[in-house]
């Protein structure tokens, strides 16, 4: 069976895989824990990998069952057809998100646009695009997976 991806209404990603599993569906939604900071503290929180994305597997047929949970959107499309994910790309994401080591790299004169090679890790021999160089963060597009990777600037070199 292959794996889909479900496009959610933000911040709904939790929830919508809670209701999927009721319903005896297959589903992972690889979370992440982050420290973040406001003015008077400091707090760890726990969030949702891929922004916005949930992975169902279903049979072909039974995609539509999905439409009767709140907060689904619809599936997320590459080339006109419903993106799919095999089970061996999950499995990179499940023990990259696992281990949680962060890869560290040199990032020294990259711009929006350059293509680069990952060298290191789950996604090793990946290419990868920058989309977006932020003050703390980095955003890479993974073309070969069809999704995007944000990479704090405390875990590069």
């Known amino acids: 069976m292959p794996w889909y991806v479900l496009y959610t209404k ?3 990603e939790m929830k919508v895989s809670e209701y999927l599993r009721n319903m005896e569906i297959m589903v992972y939604c690889p979370l992440i824990t982050e420290t973040r900071q406001w003015s008077d503290r400091k707090k760890k929180v726990t969030t949702p990998l891929f922004r916005s ?11 539509s ?7 689904v959107l619809n599936y997320l499309f590459w080339l ?13 994401i499940k023990d990259w998100n696992r281990n949680g080591e962060k890869e560290r790299m040199k990032v020294e004169q990259l711009s929006p646009g350059d293509q680069v090679v990952i060298s290191r890790g789950p996604f090793k021999n990946q290419k990868a695009l920058i989309r977006h160089i932020g003050k703390g963060r980095f955003r890479l597009l993974l073309p070969s997976l069809g999704c995007v990777v944000v990479i704090s600037a405390k875990e590069v070199v």
């Open 10 to 12: 933000p911040r709904t």
């Open 80 to 92: 006109g057809k419903p993106a799919t994910v095999s089970d061996m790309e999950i499995k990179v």
């Open 53 to 63: 994305l949930v992975f169902v597997q279903l049979e072909p047929k039974e995609r």
């Open 65 to 71: 069952r999905v439409f009767g949970v709140p907060g």
